[in-house]
């Protein structure tokens, strides 16, 4: 083992080195993709129709033997992996919440009317509409840094970020307010990394985490 791919976002990579951690004593070299989500930035989540748009790339790469792990947001995965493929080791949700990130840290109940709030998901602006539907949600794509960017530029008043994001990229201080479940329900993998391999290799590596101590829950 000595390649884990990963999109080239601080965030993805972040996330590879968290993952990496778990090999003491392994070295290994973070291999960037860039997959569909990354070359589009543009279209709205809710109207792109295959559930691998975050993963295909990556996930093609580890079959082709470019890399030997993969990693990626558990809530990402697509509902059928590609055959040839498993996961290994998902981890324990570092956060499950969302959180606002705003204009002198306003909440939410605090915004203007008409404040125009950025979110990258339709269950976002569905729950914006539901808490505060004098409101604007406006689609927003792009790394966490991208996303503040138009908050600093006054693009936009506020943006829903997931909390883990925020805490992996160490921007706590930006946070205007986390949001309970019963308010923001997320995906049940929120903040969960999957780690993923080739079939062949899945019960060497699940033998080489097992000596180290790590459970992988397969």
């Known amino acids: 083992m000595k390649k884990i791919g990963t999109r080239p976002s601080s965030l993805a990579l972040k996330q590879a080195?968290?993952?990496?951690?778990?090999?003491?004593?392994?070295?290994?070299?973070?291999?960037?993709?860039?997959?569909?989500?990354?070359?589009?930035?543009?279209?709205?989540?809710?109207?792109?129709?295959?559930?691998?748009?975050?993963?295909?790339?990556?996930?093609?790469?580890?079959?082709?033997?470019?890399?030997?792990?993969?990693?990626?947001?558990?809530?990402?995965l697509p509902d059928?992996?590609?055959?040839?493929?498993?996961?290994?080791?998902e981890t324990p949700s570092l956060s499950r919440f969302d959180c606002l990130v705003a204009k002198?840290?306003?909440?939410?109940?605090?915004?203007?009317?008409?404040?125009?709030?950025?979110?990258?998901?339709?269950?976002?602006?569905?729950?914006?509409?539901?808490?505060?539907?004098?409101?604007?949600?406006?689609?927003?794509?792009?790394?966490?840094?991208?996303?503040?960017?138009?908050?600093?530029?006054?693009?936009?008043?506020?943006l829903i970020v997931a909390h883990a994001a925020m805490l992996r990229l160490g921007l706590e201080e930006k946070i205007a307010e986390i949001f309970p479940l019963d308010i923001f329900e997320t995906h049940s993998k929120q903040g969960s990394l999957s780690l993923l391999a080739r079939e062949e290799d899945c019960t060497k590596i699940r033998s080489i985490l097992s000596e180290l101590g790590r459970v992988t829950g397969n």
């Not at 070295?27 to 993963?55: C, G, H, W, Y």
């Not at 990258?120 to 996303?147: A, C, F, H, M, Y």
């Open 17 to 76: 080195e968290e993952i990496a951690k778990f090999f003491t004593g392994f070295n290994f070299e973070f291999v960037t993709i860039f997959t569909a989500d990354d070359r589009d930035k543009s279209t709205p989540l809710s109207m792109v129709e295959q559930d691998d748009f975050f993963t295909r790339e990556i996930d093609q790469a580890l079959l082709n033997g470019e890399i030997d792990l993969a990693v990626h947001s558990a809530k990402d």
């Open 80 to 89: 059928v992996l590609p055959k040839g493929i498993a996961v290994v080791l």
């Open 104 to 158: 002198n840290k306003l909440k939410l109940k605090d915004l203007p009317t008409g404040a125009k709030i950025g979110v990258s998901s339709q269950r976002r602006k569905e729950q914006i509409r539901t808490l505060r539907n004098d409101l604007e949600p406006v689609d927003i794509r792009g790394t966490i840094e991208e996303r503040i960017a138009l908050l600093d530029s006054g693009k936009i008043d506020a």
